[in-house]
């Protein structure tokens, strides 16, 4: 059984930082391309970024040069290090597997998700 539990959410001001972490069981991290999401208040869940086992990495346009993903293998362990963050940024935080080759969640079970609040 699958369990994603995220944590390090936070209420920032813009320009600050966070850093995200998520803890997987039921998942082999060396095997599967793991992604952060994240749903804003009144808007669909989207895709933020993801990490392939060999620790290749993709980002949505709106992140791409602030944040960071990594993860641990040995450790099942997925980070999101959140540099620069902007009022836009506030949502709550999931991670999840990918679909192979693709960017959508391969689960429909979600952990409790990581609330980010930024304020302008």
């Known amino acids: 059984q699958v369990r994603l539990v995220e944590s390090g959410g936070g209420s920032v001001q813009a320009g600050e930082s966070l850093r995200l972490s998520c803890a997987a069981s039921?998942?082999?991290?060396?095997?599967?391309?793991m992604g952060w999401f994240r749903q804003a208040p009144g808007k669909q869940r989207e895709w933020v970024a993801s990490i392939t086992p060999s620790h290749n990495t993709n980002y949505a346009d709106s992140v791409k040069g602030r944040f960071t993903i990594s993860s641990d293998n040995a450790k099942n362990a997925l980070y999101l290090q959140m540099n620069s963050l902007k009022p836009e940024d506030t949502a709550v935080y999931y991670c999840?597997?990918?679909?192979?080759?693709?960017?959508?969640?391969?689960?429909?079970?979600w952990g409790q998700g990581t609330q980010v609040t930024v304020s302008s």
């Open positions: 999840n597997q990918l679909i192979r080759g693709t960017s959508l969640p391969l689960y429909d079970s």
């Open positions: 039921g998942i082999i991290f060396r095997f599967n391309t």
